[in-house]
């Protein structure tokens, strides 16, 4: 810990923070996808479950953009060591993104059952498999890979890299890590959704929070002992940490009946517990390997140079705060809560605005024109 600079700390507690942050947002984003098929029992409630959360998806799954270029730019040994071993994890969490993202735009594009129920269960698996996948990569971080030192035949630079197979990261230990993140984001979605929604939807969702609850208390709670009794010694930040994410969790499970928002903190809190707990058990280290501990990649040994990373301290200084900014209006636009009534001649968020904006207007919300309902 001795050898880590100050420079250093910060840039891995903002890449802990931005991979958090990520983590919340892009959270409740898996949990509504996951929910699309089971909860939507018609067109325009299907259509009000995506509006949920179709003006901001994209802006969420920008912190995962800038959690990975800030992990790029000032520990390139840890971006390199960890995409090229999780290569194949990493690709599969790509194409699930890629394939939800493309079903949030085109699901509306025809009016066709078959069409759009096809893309419902892009949307629903391409959730799954990245808040499946999430955890099992931030599982093996901490509980370790095979890593170790290795000399370049060429140029004869020694590197720390990756000699396990795809195979490798999907240990019992891992498995149960993706299996608690998928839980915790499924009822983060579904309290999302009894946030934003209305009416027999926002039952249904109510009803999902509540049955899945205990689930998302069990399953982290089993994980986070897990990783609590394979420290030596046992550390109390990550101990703390860990027992605030699991109370957060069951507080959270039992305000989703009557008090959602309440319900909906209380899961940001544990996601920010949980995630901590597990950044805090992998400090100093960027990676642990399972062959040797004296083959542990450090952060310091990660690390970029000192120019660099503060280059890089300026640059976020002036544009974090921008960003922030822009995405706390965004979510203040489309705050409204919505339901399967409000989509009759609405098929953008905009058009839900200009309906919204006539309701506030007295003139009950009905376009001159109405376009047809798709």
């Given at each position: ?12 507690l ?27 029992r018609?067109?325009?409630e299907?259509r ?17 953009i800038?959690?990975?270029g800030?992990?790029?730019?000032a ?13 194949i994890?990493?690709f ?11 079903g949030f ?19 629903a698996?391409?959730?799954?498999v990245?808040a ?20 370049n035949a060429a140029s ?8 396990g197979?795809?195979f490798?990261?999907l240990k019992?230990?891992?498995l149960?890590?993706?299996l608690?993140?998928l ?6 979605g ?5 946030m934003?929604?209305?009416g ?7 009803k999902?929070?509540?049955?899945s ?7 982290p ?6 990783t609590i009794a394979r420290?030596?010694p ?8 860990a027992?605030?994410?699991i ?10 009946k ?13 996601i ?8 805090t ?11 040797d ?11 970029s140079?000192?120019?660099?990373l503060?280059v890089?301290t300026?640059?976020?200084v ?10 706390a ?5 489309f705050?409204?809560?919505?339901g399967?009534?409000?989509?009759d ?8 605005l200009d ?7 007295g ?12």
């Amino acid at each position: 810990m001795e050898d880590v600079t100050t420079l250093q700390l910060v840039w891995f507690l903002l890449i802990s923070v931005l991979w958090i942050g990520y983590f919340i947002l892009e959270g409740f984003d898996f949990g509504v996808g996951m929910l699309i098929k089971l909860l939507g029992r018609d067109n325009n409630e299907k259509r009000a479950i995506l509006h949920t959360i179709g003006p901001v998806w994209d802006g969420n799954e920008v912190w995962l953009i800038v959690a990975g270029g800030a992990t790029f730019a000032a520990f390139p040994e840890w971006y390199a060591t960890l995409f090229s071993g999780f290569y194949i994890a990493l690709f599969a969490i790509l194409v699930a993104l890629i394939v939800r993202n493309v079903g949030f735009e085109l699901w509306g594009k025809r009016d066709s059952k078959a069409w759009r129920s096809g893309w419902e269960w892009c949307i629903a698996l391409g959730s799954l498999v990245p808040a499946l996948l999430w955890g099992v990569a931030w599982a093996n971080l901490i509980g370790g890979v095979p890593i170790e030192t290795v000399q370049n035949a060429a140029s004869g630079r020694e590197s720390i890299e990756y000699v396990g197979s795809f195979f490798d990261l999907l240990k019992p230990y891992a498995l149960l890590g993706g299996l608690a993140t998928l839980a915790i984001f499924f009822t983060h979605g579904a309290l999302f959704l009894e946030m934003k929604t209305k009416g027999g939807l926002r039952d249904r969702a109510r009803k999902v929070a509540v049955r899945s609850a205990p689930a998302a208390v069990i399953l982290p709670a089993a994980f986070l002992i897990w990783t609590i009794a394979r420290q030596d010694p046992t550390g109390i930040e990550s101990l703390i940490f860990a027992v605030v994410a699991i109370v957060a969790l069951a507080v959270g499970g039992a305000l989703a009946k009557g008090s959602p928002g309440k319900a909906f903190a209380s899961t940001v809190i544990a996601i920010i517990a949980f995630f901590t707990a597990l950044f805090t058990d992998l400090f100093p280290n960027a990676m642990v390997s399972s062959i040797d501990t004296a083959q542990n990649l450090t952060l310091s040994a990660a690390s970029s140079s000192n120019y660099t990373l503060t280059v890089m301290t300026v640059v976020a200084v002036l544009l974090v705060p921008v960003v922030l900014l822009y995405q706390a209006w965004t979510y203040w636009v489309f705050r409204q809560r919505v339901g399967a009534e409000d989509f009759d001649g609405v098929k953008t968020p905009l058009d839900l605005l200009d309906k919204k904006k006539r309701e506030a207007d007295g003139d009950g919300g009905k376009p001159a024109d109405s376009p047809p309902v798709a």
